[in-house]
């Protein structure tokens, strides 16, 4: 089973659609928890953390279950500008001191059509 | 611009050569970590520094792969006698020293290996 798990998309969603990513995660020792998005051929860049108690920002709702190991991503309204893979990243301690290494998971990639 | 830079941003060598990257990450950040990224998967850890010192390496990490951090600034990553399989987007990234802290990634250098 790998360590982050995805929906494997592409989703197509036409623009002000409502959007939802799922994530489940193997590592019950996982420390933070991070939704990243990357545009093609660039670098990932952190789009939220995700808390226990659920945290939004903007048109955007992220979610972190700990108990089924299980993270969220709405998007509400959707944006052209919203097209990009999405990815599901868990902070684990890693075996050096002070280690912690992102592990993603695949990515999810989201279209928004016109 | 004082984000993590990384060069070359592109590579072409022929397999059984040697490459070396370059990584500079954010000035202030006192941890660098190396990930892998191929067509279609996310990112995956290599190596990781805490200032100068190397704290942890991956298994992907071979014995035909080198980093170094040598005065805790910038960071380069060596690949001796490259295989075709090296082929991937090379990402550095740089952070603060507290868990949950943002992993800023650099652009990549893409490697091809012919």
């Known amino acids: 089973r790998k360590e982050v798990e995805q929906d494997p998309g592409p989703f197509n969603v036409p623009e002000g659609a409502t959007v939802a990513f799922n994530c489940t995660y193997s590592n019950s020792a996982s420390q933070s928890f991070f939704w990243y998005r990357q545009d093609c051929r660039k670098e990932p860049k952190l789009l939220m953390s995700?808390?226990?108690s659920g945290n939004e920002d903007g048109r955007f709702t992220a979610q972190l279950n700990r108990a089924s190991q299980y993270i969220s991503l709405l998007i509400r309204d959707s944006k052209l500008s919203d097209s990009a893979t999405y990815l599901c990243v868990v902070n684990n301690l890693g075996s050096g001191a002070g280690s912690y290494q992102l592990t993603f998971g695949k990515g999810t990639k989201l279209s928004v059509i016109p | 611009d004082t984000g993590v830079s990384q060069n070359p941003r592109h590579k072409i060598t022929k397999r059984g050569q040697n490459v070396t990257f370059r990584c500079d990450p954010i000035?202030?950040?006192?941890?660098l970590y190396w990930y892998r990224q191929t067509l279609g998967q996310g990112p995956e850890f290599l190596t990781y520094?805490?200032?100068?010192?190397?704290?942890?390496k991956s298994r992907l990490l071979s014995d035909r792969f080198s980093a170094e951090r040598p005065k805790g600034s910038f960071s380069t990553l060596e690949i001796q006698r490259t295989e075709q399989g090296d082929s991937a987007m090379y990402l550095c990234?740089?952070?603060?020293?507290?868990?949950?802290?943002?992993?800023?990634f650099g652009p990549g250098t893409r490697l091809t290996v012919l």
């Open positions: 995700v808390y226990s």
């Open positions: 000035s202030e950040h006192n941890r």
């Open positions: 520094f805490q200032n100068e010192a190397q704290l942890e």
């Open positions: 990234a740089s952070s603060l020293n507290d868990l949950g802290n943002e992993q800023f």
